[in-house]
């Protein structure tokens, strides 16, 4: 059955979602980062993800979309209407929870933007393309600093193993299939994240193993980002990105 | 006006007015040396269509592009024209013709390398000759540079740091 045009904008801004907010995040460490070529990596990895956060946007709108701009949709959105992974929100944290948080994130997007380059959507395969290829390159940047933090001194490994138990539980949410991920699956559009499971679990048990760390056992996992049901930091995250337009409704620069 | 040329004469003075629209990050390259400018047509009625491809998915230089593509059109004459932005095929670093790759290299920045089959892994690093003195005793300082598309590194042999502009192959 063929997907209707607002299940097929909702997937699409789910994507573009997960990469604005992550993309924000990382901007958040310009002028803290540990050291200059690290604020550089963390300020370009942040480049990526907004950017094409801002490849989505535009094609969900031109595919799906009632002509909103990106910049409507980032900037007048409230909290529940973003439907970004509740991965991706957590609060930085110290330096070893935002590395964890991107390891795990980048080990599940490089596989999940290779398997979408293969969709019939010749645009959004173009876009996957991209994204993948710049996934694997900020998957190998955590899989750096995790092997570093993990295998360094006890204090990073503490704070490495630490940040691994806390975000663990965010895990889960990347591999459910509700039905509009369903939906885009059957359209073409989609992937069947339940099935890159199994990849995603090699490669974190690979670079743990070589970080020193201990694989979390699966417990409950928490969901809801997606449906946008969110936690209480994505509000605060939106109320500093969003003041300007808010305060000064269509400024623009 | 707009007819008086055939389609293929203009295009080719679309084409030679766009090779002076340089990447505002490394001036010494065009658009179209860079592999970022995939096609130019003409519509029925006359209007030139430039399609452009972006490097990197945040790569924030293509504002700028698009807006010198339109100012070097406009300055030329050359009008009604708009500027489209096409994901696929997905830019690649293949698309540098060799001689763009000697200007960078005059310019500073260690062009592409072709990794080889063997250096696939999570971890593996390309051998990177230094721009200046081409010795290839170099290392890596850092997988990220001051534009998405570069990391930096340092030649141990002549000591300078240099730019290296990464491979990106699909």
């Given at each position: 059955m063929a997907m209707d045009r607002e299940t097929r904008f909702n997937y699409l801004i789910r994507q573009a979602d997960n990469n604005m907010v992550l993309g924000h995040r990382m901007s958040e460490w310009i002028g803290k980062a540990p050291t200059i070529e690290e604020e550089l990596a963390l300020a370009n990895i942040s480049l990526d993800l907004i950017g094409l956060a801002r490849s989505l946007y535009v094609h969900a709108e031109t595919t799906?979309?009632?002509?909103?701009d990106p910049d409507q949709l980032v900037f007048l959105r409230d909290a529940h209407e973003y439907t970004n992974l509740l991965l991706v929100e957590k609060?930085?944290?110290?330096f070893a929870l935002t590395i964890v948080r991107q390891f795990l994130y980048s080990a599940f997007a490089s596989a999940y933007w290779k398997a979408l380059s293969?969709?019939?959507d010749d645009e959004l395969a173009g876009i996957a393309t991209k994204a993948a290829h710049e996934s694997a390159y900020h998957l190998r940047h955590a899989s750096g600093w995790l092997v570093r933090l993990g295998d360094g001194t006890g204090e990073s490994h503490d704070r490495a193993q630490a940040a691994l138990n806390e975000l663990w539980?965010?895990?889960?949410e990347m591999f459910d299939m509700d039905d509009t991920d369903q939906a885009a699956v059957g359209d073409g559009v989609g992937v069947d994240t339940a099935a890159l499971k199994d990849g995603w679990s090699a490669t974190v048990d690979e670079i743990l193993t070589q970080a020193t760390l201990t694989r979390p056992a699966d417990g409950w996992m928490i969901d809801g980002g997606r449906t946008g049901k969110h936690t209480e930091h994505l509000g605060h995250m939106l109320a500093d990105m969003q003041f300007l337009q808010r305060a000064y409704p269509g400024q623009q620069w | 006006m707009v007819n008086a040329a055939s389609n293929p004469d203009r295009i080719a003075a679309v084409r030679a007015v766009l090779d002076g629209v340089c990447d505002p990050e490394i001036p010494v390259m065009s658009i179209a040396d860079m592999g970022m400018l995939r096609d130019v047509a003409i519509d029925p009625d006359g209007t030139v269509e430039v399609v452009i491809t972006p490097t990197y998915s945040g790569c924030p230089a293509m504002g700028m592009i698009t807006t010198d593509i339109g100012l070097a059109l406009a300055t030329a004459g050359i009008e009604p024209y708009r500027v489209v932005l096409r994901h696929k095929p997905a830019w690649t670093t293949d698309w540098i013709p060799p001689a763009a790759r000697e200007r960078m290299r005059a310019y500073g920045i260690a062009p592409p390398v072709e990794p080889s089959a063997a250096k696939q892994s999570l971890f593996a690093q390309e051998t990177v000759a230094c721009p200046r003195c081409r010795s290839e005793k170099t290392e890596r300082i850092s997988e990220f540079g001051a534009t998405a598309c570069k990391a930096f590194y340092r030649c141990t042999s002549c000591l300078e740091p240099f730019e290296y502009f990464k491979c990106v192959r699909h």
């Open positions: 799906a979309g009632d002509g909103r609060l930085n944290g110290d293969e969709t019939e539980m965010f895990t889960g | -």
